[in-house]
């Protein structure tokens, strides 16, 4: 399927690597303009010159933390300023430690309010002024499966990330008349860092390996195995795109088929 994204812009938060990087390299393959960020210099201009090199498109990396709103406004008025438009915004960042109840003092928890749901509010912020005055506009935010069965050993996720959602479907009814979508996407075990380190943080507790972890994880995946980045991102496209012109407010999963919740 063409989605029509040629020379539209689309700012992707976290993404130089991960589900971040999964869903710009799948815009970037649709012929998109991209502004990405991540905390470190280094490695979001090596993403930028990896979308630049393999798909010919119009890429360029910023240095961004999720977590402050200075820096939020930064990358969005810098990417204004460079590409003179926003069509879509992936709103990601990386997930807040792992952790029951008692490992977190007050500053955990502000951290994680601050890096997860207030990231969220921030970006959206920073993007609708534009939007708004298109009269169009994407907003796609890359959450958890945690939002429908809290994941045990990610409590700071499991609430923040449920505040997200309903962020999000909220929105939706607010956006809808001034063309803009807004939708949720949904990850399960995708193979990313970030899962690496939860099973090895997971197996350590339970006293296996992480790759015994790994094997339990995907035994309980009814398509036998973890996903790939790149099968997150292209889901991700489409939400973003025309193609998903009448889906807003939804909140999809990519989880090869393992979330047994009726909806």
């Known amino acids: 399927m063409n989605l029509n994204l040629s020379d539209k812009v689309f700012l992707v938060a976290a993404s130089s690597k991960g589900l971040g990087y999964g869903i710009a390299e799948a815009l970037a393959a649709d012929g998109a303009r991209l502004s990405l960020c991540s905390r470190t210099r280094a490695d979001i201009e090596a993403a930028a010159q990896r979308l630049r090199t393999e798909y010919g498109c119009d890429a360029k990396g910023y240095v961004c933390d999720a977590s402050d709103a200075a820096s939020i406004g930064?990358?969005?008025?810098?990417?204004?300023?460079?590409?003179?438009r926003i069509d879509g915004l992936v709103v990601n960042a990386g997930g807040p430690k792992a952790g029951k109840f008692d490992a977190f003092d007050d500053d955990d928890w502000e951290a994680a309010f601050n890096l997860t749901l207030m990231s969220a509010v921030r970006m959206i912020r920073a993007v609708l002024p534009t939007m708004r005055a298109n009269k169009s506009g994407s907003i796609l935010t890359v959450t958890s499966s945690s939002i429908k069965e809290p994941i045990d050993i990610l409590l700071l996720?499991?609430?923040?990330?449920?505040?997200?959602?309903?962020?999000?479907?909220?929105?939706?009814?607010?956006?809808?008349p001034e063309g803009i979508r807004i939708n949720n996407l949904v990850p399960g075990s995708i193979d990313t860092d970030r899962v690496r380190s939860n099973d090895a943080f997971s197996a350590q507790r339970i006293g296996i390996s992480a790759e015994e972890r790994k094997a339990q994880r995907v035994s309980q995946i009814p398509m036998?195995?973890?996903?790939?980045?790149?099968?997150?991102?292209?889901?991700?496209?489409?939400?973003?795109?025309?193609?998903?012109?009448?889906?807003?407010?939804?909140?999809?999963?990519?989880?090869?088929?393992?979330?047994?919740?009726?909806?």
């Open 224 to 263: 036998g195995r973890y996903g790939e980045t790149s099968e997150f991102g292209k889901a991700g496209a489409f939400l973003l795109s025309d193609a998903a012109s009448y889906i807003s407010g939804a909140t999809i999963f990519v989880d090869g088929g393992k979330s047994k919740t009726v909806w």
């Open 74 to 84: 930064a990358w969005v008025d810098d990417s204004l300023s460079e590409f003179g």
């Open 157 to 176: 996720s499991n609430v923040f990330r449920s505040g997200v959602v309903s962020l999000v479907k909220s929105l939706s009814f607010d956006l809808a």
